[in-house]
């Protein structure tokens, strides 16, 4: 329980690396006793068992014609060395875009993951230098971005040039600083009160991470509780959707067939 777990490992265990040892082989029990697995398990297991067992290795490889890997860029080496090992003589198609790795933090690593690939397969290389769907302002914005802080990228990772569909020039980019998010929140709801009428369709706020958009949907909810309710604006997060397996009810319904897959659970 937790209690008994906090009274092994006191809070000040912190303090000093000399715990660590002792903190990853009481989890490493656990997971075995629970037999369970982590996302690091999953990998390096699956890695594992892939080339140890031949047998298992051709039951995979044999199982696909074609294997695509989407968002490549977020690729670890671990979980590139598993690919390899299925790759087999399938036909494989690596997508993604290089200037959008938001992964390294837990290992991806697009530069190397693209070396190998290349120099082991030669593959046939595609860049997408056509832009259909944004205007002429923010595309070219976004590639001027990339050509001025990543010169000597462009035309291996990414077009050297790029051709806009678009006629429309579109509206000028806004940037704004805030002191914190309060005042963010305030600008940016002010913002759609002031365009919700003239938006040709819905608004859309845009983050980099769910409890970041969280945050802001709370603080329009409460500028919302100052307006008159005719006035108030409807907001929709993608938050929401998770509230349905939150539900006491769904959890135990859930828990339940978890323990009917796994006994030790």
Request: glycine share 4%.
């Amino acid at each position: 329980g937790a209690d008994d777990y906090y009274t092994r490992f006191p809070a000040t265990m912190f303090e000093t690396p000399r715990y660590v040892k002792e903190i990853i082989s009481s989890y490493k029990q656990y997971k075995s006793e629970n037999k369970l697995l982590d996302f690091d398990d999953i990998l390096s297991m699956t890695a594992q068992n892939l080339t140890l067992i031949s047998d298992f290795r051709r039951l995979v490889q044999n199982k696909f014609d074609h294997i695509l890997v989407d968002e490549m860029q977020d690729t670890s080496m671990l979980e590139y060395s598993v690919l390899k090992r299925v790759f087999g003589k399938n036909n494989v198609m690596m997508c993604g875009d290089f200037f959008q790795s938001i992964y390294e933090w837990r290992g991806s690593n697009p530069k190397r993951v693209l070396g190998d690939f290349t120099e082991t397969y030669s593959p046939k290389v595609v860049m997408f230098s056509e832009n259909y769907r944004s205007t002429k302002t923010l595309t070219g914005a976004t590639f001027g971005y990339l050509q001025n802080t990543y010169p000597d990228l462009m035309g291996k990772y990414c077009p050297a040039d790029i051709r806009i569909h678009s006629e429309d020039k579109g509206d000028k980019i806004l940037l704004c600083g805030f002191d914190n998010r309060k005042e963010e929140a305030l600008q940016i709801f002010r913002y759609i009160q002031k365009h919700k009428a003239s938006a040709s369709g819905s608004i859309c706020v845009m983050t980099r991470s769910n409890p970041y958009i969280a945050t802001l949907h709370r603080a329009f909810e409460e500028q919302n509780g100052l307006l008159a309710e005719g006035e108030r604006i409807s907001f929709y997060t993608a938050e929401e959707y998770l509230q349905f397996y939150r539900k006491p009810v769904v959890k135990d319904v859930l828990a339940v067939l978890k323990l009917l897959l796994n006994k030790t659970d």
